[in-house]
């Protein structure tokens, strides 16, 4: 199995595991947007950071010549959370998913092409384009006569496409700071790890509902744990494998998990447009899979695990 291919495979595990956070939050509409967020991401990272200090030593002279990137990230991470969890209460899961994650590769390789002035490859427009209409697809009222999710829609957009752009910030500065040779557990740690920081007072201001009961607590430690540390790890494996324009396209399988899980466990109804769109959007990974690793002359990221 070659290097690519296990970058390819760890973006789309953790993309599996994000797929299941829409459906955990839906379980506990009685905690708010921000105090999910920064409950998950925020604990999530101090997680990071807590199994990086190893790494994080023996990188701290590559880390400390980067302060500019590092702060990139960290408030990147602080904001995604807000961003994505608000763009989901206002705008529904499925729009607020989609917004965001659809336009996450898309910011990621106008950052690449303008900061790093690299040239994608036709396949990846081919695979973006199929894995953006699928999740469009997946977006469309699915049922006669409905309504797109949500009664604020326009604010949550914004919001999705806030979460879309500091999405897009966060992998790139973690690539980056792996391409200057610091260790991926301390590049991950290091900026998800600043990130938790800069959350901890919203989730101090809006944190109380965790605590009033046994289900949000429950919920809220899945997430933490699960689909942000252990999604955010296996996704740090991927970003020392393959660009992060790649990884983020990837993730476009995140609206299709959390759209089955949907049906299966909320009980939400897809119609034949958004079955189509699951489609589509498998076979936009397809397209990214048969994709050979970058050639040669593309910069490689130096990480250590």
Request: aromatic share 6%; net charge positive.
């Amino acid at each position: 199995m070659t290097r690519h291919t296990v970058g390819v495979l760890a973006v789309l595990a953790a993309a599996l595991l994000w797929g299941t956070t829409g459906t955990a939050a839906s379980l506990v509409p009685e905690v708010g947007a921000l105090a999910i967020g920064s409950a998950a991401m925020g604990i999530g990272g101090l997680l990071q950071a807590l199994i990086a200090l190893p790494s994080l030593r023996r990188s701290w002279c590559t880390l400390r010549a980067q302060p500019g990137m590092i702060m990139l990230g960290a408030v990147s991470v602080a904001i995604y959370p807000l961003a994505f969890y608000g763009s989901m209460r206002l705008g529904g899961v499925a729009l607020g998913t989609v917004i965001s994650l659809a336009s996450a590769p898309l910011f990621a390789a106008a950052l690449e092409a303008v900061a790093d002035r690299t040239r994608l490859r036709r396949p990846w427009y081919l695979a973006a384009a199929l894995g953006i209409a699928g999740s469009v697809l997946l977006c469309l009222p699915q049922a006669p006569g409905a309504d797109l999710a949500g009664t604020r829609i326009p604010v949550g957009v914004l919001l999705g496409l806030l979460a879309g752009v500091t999405y897009a910030l966060y992998s790139y500065a973690v690539r980056r700071l792996m391409l200057h040779g610091a260790e991926r557990a301390a590049s991950m740690g290091i900026v998800f790890g600043s990130g938790a920081i800069l959350l901890l007072p919203v989730l101090l201001a809006t944190g109380r509902a965790i605590l009033s009961g046994p289900a949000p607590l429950a919920v809220t430690a899945y997430m933490a744990l699960i689909p942000m540390f252990l999604g955010y790890v296996l996704f740090g494996l991927g970003l020392a494998r393959i660009p992060a324009s790649t990884a983020t396209l990837l993730t476009l399988s995140e609206p299709a998990v959390a759209a089955v899980l949907a049906v299966w466990i909320v009980g939400e109804h897809i119609g034949l447009l958004g079955w189509i769109g699951l489609g589509v959007i498998g076979l936009s990974l397809l397209t990214e899979l048969r994709v050979r690793a970058p050639a040669s002359g593309r910069t490689r990221a130096t990480a250590r695990s």
